[in-house]
């Protein structure tokens, strides 16, 4: 069975996170989105915990159902389906290891309520799980992933938006040079990382060292209408056994959906209280400072490719798994229309395209051009075909700000 997965979210007691973020609410908008199967986020915070026990009943499969009383169908019947919840937690781990200070977010996948309660135990006792959903501990990520295998060998752990500069294994600022580097003797326990969103397949392919680890994409989302923007496809049996089984071995693991790393606001080096954007190379040629005020520059996830990388951009690793970069559906219509996301004209249109296509990546990656056409407007089927065939551009995003810019400015006055 084909289906998307969005394995890393956060709820409404993490820190910059909406509180709409409910269990009923993200039901609802999975089905939206076309999303099968996400993760609860957040399993360290006490009263989230309690929510998910209270709200969640654990089916067959080790994967968890929003019990029927807090059901709420108030979704097109073009994409309302059933949506299954799988534990997982982020964890912000800040230690010293090898003479430097180290930011590392690292995701964690349960089996099951006991696992992730026997994880907050042992966490509650090296620092606070109320203060944040996603917990700061000074913790090794070698001593996490330690301690996620002493309570259960179906546990994961899964070094979060590996790139990004300033908390992940890789960042310029505080990460490592290789997985060996963070996890020492346990590292081939790590199966997979993290892309995030400001690198894709690509950009890690470069790394032959990474071979043999699946790059997995979630959105991180901190918002209902950001979940899906990135997310995995599987071709397995719904169940958390087959899910970990895929992302360990890669069989059954389909691919990922992706944003165009461009648009990730880490994607270039830069200084963004100067508004300067910088390629890795003329970087360099400035000496890694702000060419205005002389500061140091904010070191990008392309730049810390470049600097790790041991082979050219143009090799497929064997078996590697395809990938499809969107733009999420909301902005293409707000492209078209040159209207801002959130208009409640942009809304309409964007529930007008669900009700008559499906779900949103059902649109963006499989629905044929002709029936967009014809259930949307000759320019949202033009707008698809260029982002399904890469022809997008985008002025990378850097020091933090993300970029908006996909298609030249004529795609809005086409006369098709």
């Not at 499969?61 to 309302?80: G, R």
């Not at 070698?142 to 002493?150: F, R, S």
């Not at 200084?271 to 520059?297: F, I, M, N, Q, S």
């Not at 044929?368 to 707008?383: D, M, T, V, W």
Request: glycine content about 6%; overall charge neutral; proline content about 5%.
């Amino acid at each position: 069975m084909r289906f998307f997965a969005d394995l890393h979210i956060h709820s409404r007691y993490s820190r910059a996170t909406s509180k709409d973020v409910g269990l009923e609410n993200l039901c609802r908008w999975a089905q939206i989105k076309g999303i099968s199967v996400l993760g609860t986020a957040d399993f360290t915070h006490p009263d989230w915990f309690h929510e998910l026990e209270k709200k969640l009943n654990v089916d067959s499969t080790h994967l968890l159902k929003l019990d029927n009383k807090y059901w709420v169908e108030t979704v097109p019947e073009s994409c309302a389906s059933q949506v299954y919840f799988l534990l997982s937690a982020e964890i912000s781990c800040i230690y010293s290891k090898r003479g430097r200070v180290r930011k590392v977010h690292n995701l964690i996948l349960a089996p099951d309520f006991t696992a992730a309660s026997q994880l907050n135990r042992a966490l509650s006792k090296i620092g606070s799980l109320s203060s944040d959903g996603r917990p700061i501990l000074g913790l090794d990520s070698k001593t996490l992933l330690n301690m996620v295998l002493d309570i259960s060998d179906k546990m994961m752990l899964i070094p979060a938006h590996a790139w990004t500069p300033h908390f992940s294994v890789f960042g310029a600022s505080s990460g490592f040079d290789s997985l060996e580097e963070c996890f020492d003797e346990l590292t081939p326990h790590i199966y997979a990382i993290e892309t995030g969103l400001s690198s894709n397949p690509p950009m890690n392919w470069r790394l032959s060292p990474l071979d043999s680890i699946t790059l997995v994409s979630n959105s991180d989302a901190h918002s209902l209408e950001k979940l899906g923007r990135e997310a995995n496809i599987f071709d397995t049996e719904m169940s958390y056994e087959a899910i970990t089984t895929a992302i360990r071995t890669r069989r059954g693991f389909a691919g990922t959906v992706e944003f165009f790393p461009e648009e990730g606001k880490y994607h270039f080096d830069g200084h963004r209280a100067c508004g300067v954007r910088l390629a890795p190379d003329e970087t360099v040629k400035h000496r890694y400072r702000c060419p205005v005020c002389g500061k140091k520059v904010t070191i990008g996830v392309m730049h810390r490719v470049e600097q790790l990388a041991d082979r050219s951009a143009t090799v497929l690793p064997p078996n590697a798994p395809p990938f499809y970069s969107i733009i999420p559906l909301r902005e293409l219509v707000s492209e078209i229309r040159g209207i801002g996301a959130n208009s409640k004209a942009v809304g309409s249109e964007y529930f007008q395209l669900i009700e008559k296509l499906g779900s949103e990546l059902r649109i963006l990656i499989d629905v044929p051009l002709e029936e967009i056409g014809k259930a949307g407007s000759p320019q949202l089927k033009e707008a698809i075909r260029r982002m399904r065939a890469g022809d997008v551009r985008v002025a990378p995003g850097f020091d933090g700000e993300f970029q908006q810019r996909r298609f030249p400015k004529t795609l809005n006055l086409l006369e098709l």
